[in-house]
């Protein structure tokens, strides 16, 4: 067996953990980055892109990019790209590709499992979904486990003192919020709740639309219309937060932003922190109700809380860390990186359950979760009857009594629901089977006992017997959403044949894009410059520039690495000449 790693699957961004030298660590990508864009994207000339290629890429090829697949897990949603559906799981699986070769190369060996992450609100099928990427990726699931679980691995909470625990989470995408509780050995996470959406994108946006209604009305400019300059808004708002976190105040400088008259523009502006917290107040607010629902969830008060765990990026920013403190009463966390200790955990947990982690880290730690969504099967009149409420500790297994509805009935249909409303029909349907061969009685006779078990990964097998006939059937859960073995099979092989020279090709398809933007540089440059150059200088910045706007349209898969080394040293040689770069 080969090498295992720790996996959290984010919904705008991921990362990857491995256990070395006695100690979890964070695996940088191929691209230096300690996270991962979660981004895919079908470039039009047959290439796939992944993580920051496929971000920087995403305003000039929207449509064929895709981000924030993780909120289509589960679901029947398929993305389609060059007459080929792709399912939330086959996307997945080339984010996890990536994320195992970015582990190989720096580990050296081949990796062969994993322990990946998912929210503790989960169902089934997103669960299920979530294992089944990884298969195609070509990685064995070691266990699906809970993120905030995973974060109080990272604490090496399992080793402390008995008590409970917030975990609040606010990503880039989603928001949430989990309470744990430590007992010997022991991590059960009692409630969580959260806001699928709100994160750190709603604070870009925020600040973009702040900053594009002020350019309008200052220069009477109307920058909403155009992607490519909406697009480099976010980018820079991203990174003028990001800044906000530490400093007070910064500035968004984007020179060329677009032309206007034939005249290039330029976009400046100062922001301070204050005004940036006053533009996204209402944000920071929307954290509270969770909180409270937790708390009231699992009958606990903010003052019995032990710690509160800060998790995912969003919590850098001052403003949420002081909303935390004072709906808590508690100083947050904050010697492990938010957007890497979930990761880290699920190395640990990786380690453990492969025989790699050093003595201080085997224990008998069990991990408990619970079922985020309560679990019922369809009763006569359309009502859901609840099987296992929400918040039961897994693994766990119900069962129940129940009968006929009608004289002489020899079959019953049993729908299996996920959800907290009264009738089956406002619930989620899991899946369903029919018991036949039930011995004829009046109707209330037969007794028909229904069992439902959840395992440690969260996946549900329910069946049902009846006691008179002993005949009995079950299933485990895999909603229709879900992909069958042939298409996993399927998927696995084609995953593999992609993944071959995936490096080389992302190589390549940089380089002709960045030929692209280069060539945009180099006539911007001209066009701002054109009376002060010398006659000379110009021809030449013309020559390169018009070199490199040729080798744009290359097709990329058909270079050589003579070819690319030959693009990379034009970009080179323009961005020496006129001293910008890209
Ligand atoms: P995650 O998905 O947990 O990696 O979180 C990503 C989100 O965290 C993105 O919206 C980032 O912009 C945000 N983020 C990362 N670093 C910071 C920071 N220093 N200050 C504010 N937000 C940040």
Not at 179 to 191: C, D, P, T, W
């Amino acid at each position: 067996m080969g090498r295992v790693i720790g996996i959290d699957l984010g919904t705008t961004n991921s990362c990857v953990a491995c256990f070395e030298g006695g100690a979890p660590v964070v695996i940088s990508n191929s691209e230096g980055s300690r996270t991962t864009p979660s981004v895919v994207a079908f470039s039009k000339i047959g290439e796939r892109l992944v993580g920051n290629t496929a971000k920087r890429q995403a305003a000039v090829n929207a449509s064929r990019t895709v981000s924030s697949i993780k909120r289509q897990m589960g679901t029947d949603y398929c993305f389609r790209a060059d007459n080929r559906d792709y399912t939330p799981q086959e996307i997945s699986a080339m984010i996890l590709q990536k994320l195992k070769k970015d582990a190989e190369a720096y580990l050296g060996t081949e990796v062969t499992g994993a322990v990946i992450t998912v929210p503790a609100y989960f169902n089934d099928a997103q669960r299920q979904a979530t294992k089944d990427a990884g298969r195609i990726a070509g990685l064995e699931v070691l266990r699906i486990i809970n993120e905030p679980t995973s974060a109080a691995l990272a604490y090496g909470l399992d080793h402390a003192t008995p008590q409970k625990i917030m975990v609040f989470d606010l990503g880039g995408g989603t928001y949430d919020v989990s309470l744990i509780e430590i007992s010997e050995g022991l991590i059960e996470v009692l409630a969580t709740a959260g806001d699928n959406h709100l994160g750190g994108d709603d604070f870009d946006q925020r600040l973009a639309d702040y900053i594009l209604e002020e350019y309008r009305r200052e220069h009477k400019i109307n920058l909403a219309k155009d992607i490519s300059a909406v697009e480099r808004i976010k980018e820079a708002c991203e990174n003028a937060k990001k800044e906000l976190s530490t400093a007070i105040q910064t500035s968004i400088n984007i020179p060329f932003i677009a032309t206007l008259k034939g005249e290039p523009i330029h976009l400046y502006f100062d922001i301070t922190r204050a005004k940036f917290e006053e533009l996204t107040e209402d944000l920071v607010r929307r954290t509270e109700a969770p909180v409270q629902q937790v708390l009231q969830d699992a009958g606990v008060k903010a003052s019995e809380l032990g710690m509160v765990l800060l998790v995912g990026g969003s919590t850098r920013m001052p403003a949420v860390r002081e909303k935390v403190r004072q709906m808590t009463g508690k100083e947050p966390s904050g010697n492990i990186n938010p957007d890497e200790c979930v990761a880290l955990g699920a190395a640990i947990q990786a380690a453990r359950l492969a025989g790699e982690a050093s003595d201080e880290f085997v224990t008998d730690l069990i991990l408990m979760d619970v079922t985020p969504l309560s679990l019922s099967i369809e009763t006569i009149g359309g009502i859901a009857t609840k099987i296992i409420d929400r918040n039961t500790t897994i693994p766990t297994s119900h069962k129940q009594i129940f009968s006929t509805a009608a004289n002489y009935q020899t079959s019953v249909d049993i729908k299996v629901l996920q959800g907290e409303r009264q009738f089956a029909k406002d619930n989620k349907l899991l899946g369903n089977f029919r018991l036949t061969g039930i011995k004829r009685a009046p109707a209330g006779v037969p007794q028909i006992e229904v069992s439902f078990d959840i395992d440690v990964n969260g996946i549900v097998n329910v069946s049902a017997k009846d006691l008179g006939t002993g005949k009995e059937k079950s299933i485990t859960i895999t909603a229709g959403t879900n992909m069958s073995e042939d298409e996993i099979e399927r998927a696995v092989f084609e995953a593999q044949a992609f993944s071959a020279d995936d490096g080389i090709r992302k190589k390549r398809f940089d380089a002709v894009s960045d030929a692209g933007r280069m060539a945009a540089v180099g006539h911007q440059y001209l066009k701002v410059n054109k009376k002060e150059l010398e006659r000379e200088k110009k021809r030449e910045i013309q020559r390169r520039t018009a070199n490199l706007e040729r080798m744009s349209r290359r097709k990329a898969e058909r270079l050589s690495d003579a070819e690319v080394d030959e693009i990379l040293a034009e970009i080179q040689a323009l961005q020496d000449l006129i001293g910008t770069g890209l």
